[in-house]
């Protein structure tokens, strides 16, 4: 057994029993929706369909980050026990919350001199930032230490790729992430926007693709252009959706066409609550490890 251990947020949108399995705890954020806070809990206290479905409904949902005694509260009882702490956060290019946990990890310092409190940007989001924390429990269980893992995970974290497209702009209008006219026209063109995680953790838009159909294919493309190894990849590969279950599997067969190490072992999970209520359904996102990210 570790003598640390590796904790992150519900926005690495891993399943519940990702958690149990593999040891990880985690920290929740919070959304807000028609007026009433919810806790982003893994849909432990809704589904994914009824989440979404207000959303298509017109709900109204803000999001909110993890505060900083949130982290004192969780990590205190670990460090108690003589437990140290890596925690991995949501990008510092979509979130404060990085800052949160560093606040946290400086106020708890003093009281257990002898205990290691380490936060992690992970620059990542979604199943991208879950692929990430699924890798460092390899290393982990691998029995790779605590130093060892921390510097691993700051040099390896730039080589998780992060690809997806929208194809409902409503959440991302209502955000301030694209202008009302921008999502009306998109929306009557049927164009995908394809996006990406850039070196800085940033969202940043890549290509616009008429019809979901052809933005299927080019998340598959992009992933063959730089996926480590090409075709004999045979890392982890992650797939996340906000309600389209049939789009995600879409994705999972094509790749499973060109790189067939990953048959039957690609990660399918739902985007939760915090990353849904910017992304909107209909959304699909690709994560795999491959090329450094440099822009």
Same mark, same amino acid.
Not at 63 to 75: A, P
């Given at each position: 057994m570790s003598d640390y251990l590796i904790s992150c947020e519900s926005t690495a949108d891993m399943p519940l029993s990702f958690y149990r399995e593999r040891n990880v705890g985690y920290v929740c954020f919070h959304y807000e929706m028609n007026g009433e806070t919810y806790t982003d809990d893994i849909y432990q206290t809704t589904t994914p369909q009824e989440f979404f479905g207000k959303l298509k409904a017109g709900a109204?949902?803000?999001?909110?980050?993890?505060?900083?005694?949130?982290?004192?509260?969780?990590?205190?009882?670990?460090?108690?026990?003589?437990t140290d702490i890596i925690h991995v956060s949501l990008s510092t290019g979509i979130s404060g919350t990085y800052n949160s946990a560093?606040?946290?990890?400086?106020?708890?310092?003093?009281?257990?001199?002898?205990?290691k409190i380490r936060v992690i940007d992970s620059l990542s989001a979604s199943a991208g930032f879950g692929l990430l924390v699924a890798l460092m429990a390899d290393k982990r269980d691998e029995g790779m230490g605590f130093d060892e893992l921390v510097a691993w995970t700051e040099v390896n974290k730039m080589n998780v790729?992060?690809?997806?497209?929208? #194809?409902?702009? /409503? &959440? $991302?209008?209502?955000?301030?992430? *694209?202008?009302?006219?921008?999502a009306l026209i998109a929306t009557a063109l049927k164009i995908c926007p394809i996006m990406n995680v850039n070196f800085e953790g940033k969202l940043i838009p890549r290509e616009k693709i008429r019809t979901k159909k052809k933005a299927i294919v080019r998340l598959v493309d992009a992933m063959m252009a730089h996926v480590?190894?090409?075709?004999?990849?045979?890392?982890?590969?992650?797939? #996340?959706?906000? /309600? &389209? $279950?049939?789009?995600?599997?879409? *994705?999972?067969?094509?790749?499973?066409?060109?790189?067939?190490?990953?048959?039957d072992k690609i990660e399918i999970s739902d985007i939760g609550g915090v990353i849904g209520a910017h992304t909107g359904p209909g959304t699909v996102a690709l994560f795999f490890m491959g090329d450094t990210r440099v822009d």
């Open positions: 109204q949902a803000k999001t909110s980050q993890v505060g900083t005694g949130e982290y004192v509260d969780f990590w205190e009882p670990y460090l108690k026990e003589g560093c606040l946290a990890a400086e106020t708890l310092a003093p009281k257990y001199p002898d205990r790729n992060q690809w997806f497209f929208v #194809s409902d702009l /409503d &959440c $991302l209008k209502r955000g301030g992430r *694209v202008s009302a006219t921008s480590e190894n090409g075709s004999a990849y045979t890392g982890r590969c992650t797939i #996340s959706h906000s /309600d &389209c $279950l049939d789009d995600a599997l879409e *994705v999972a067969h094509l790749i499973e066409d060109k790189i067939p190490a990953l048959k």
